[in-house]
T-cell receptor, first 113, second 112 residues
Framework: EAQVTQNPRYLITVTGKKLTVTCSQNMNHEYMSWYRQDPGLGLRQIYYSMNVEVTDKGDVPEGYKVSRKEKRNFPLILESPSPNQTSLYFC????????????FGPGTRLTVL | TQLLEQSPQFLSIQEGENLTVYCNSSSVFSSLQWYRQEPGEGPVLLVTVVTGGEVKKLKRLTFQFGDARKDSSLHITAAQPGDTGLYLCAGGAMEYGNKLVFGAGTILRVKS
């Protein structure tokens, strides 16, 4: 089954404690992306990757890091989480067709205390 | 300021009613997509429109891309409780590079 998986689905942590949210896709897609979703703001892109070892900033990259060492995996790293990073996070992948149709993971709800 | 403005923000209707959701921008988009998101899940793509004036139908859902490719609408005929969810429009444009921009969404609730 074609899918994007994220782990964990739910995470409660404290300020400053480094964490990683994993993302994996099995569709051999070139393009992967991380979004955060906040009420009234819609989905905002954090980082994206056009291919292995190629990453670039989205609209809200501050406080986040990513890496793309393998085509299927695109982890999101919060080196020192803060309460304003409490949000719902989605990983997505896309075949680089130009129409940018995204396949989304199930989401990770993060709470930073 | 949202690059894609969606209206209305909230819509609560009775089963069987018709409704239209709008997605507007001052920018020209090369393509525009509509997604539906249910609680606890990620958005799921409904349709992509790429040609100005294009109309696509998906059962009771009709999607239209404006002639100037700056706006789009989603019309649902005879809404059902299963249509309840968050509807998001998203667009790709040269001026935004390799990024897809999303509207804030329309929350639809269909009561039985």
């Amino acid at each position: 089954e074609a899918q994007v998986t994220q782990n964990p689905r739910y995470l409660i942590t404290v300020t400053g404690k480094k964490l990683t949210v994993t993302c994996s896709q099995n569709m051999n897609h070139e393009y992967m992306s991380w979004y955060r979703q906040d009420p009234g703001l819609g989905l905002r892109q954090i980082y994206y990757s056009m291919n292995v070892e190629v990453t670039d900033k989205g609209d809200v990259p501050e406080g986040y890091k990513v890496s793309r060492k393998e085509k299927r995996n695109f982890p999101l790293i919060l080196e020192s989480p803060s309460p304003n990073q409490t949000s719902l996070y989605f990983c997505a992948s896309s075949q680089f067709t130009g129409a940018w149709e995204q396949f989304f993971g199930p989401g990770t709800r993060l709470t930073v205390l | 300021t949202q690059l894609l403005e969606q209206s209305p923000q909230f819509l609560s209707i009775q089963e069987g009613e018709n409704l239209t959701v709008y997605c507007n921008s001052s920018s020209v988009f090369s393509s525009l997509q509509w997604y539906r998101q249910e609680p606890g899940e990620g958005p799921v793509l409904l349709v992509t429109v790429v040609t100005g004036g294009e109309v696509k139908k998906l059962k009771r859902l009709t999607f239209q891309f404006g002639d100037a490719r700056k706006d789009s609408s989603l019309h649902i005929t005879a809404a059902q409780p299963g249509d309840t969810g968050l509807y998001l429009c998203a667009g790709g444009a040269m001026e935004y590079g390799n990024k897809l921009v999303f509207g804030a969404g329309t929350i639809l609730r269909v009561k039985s």
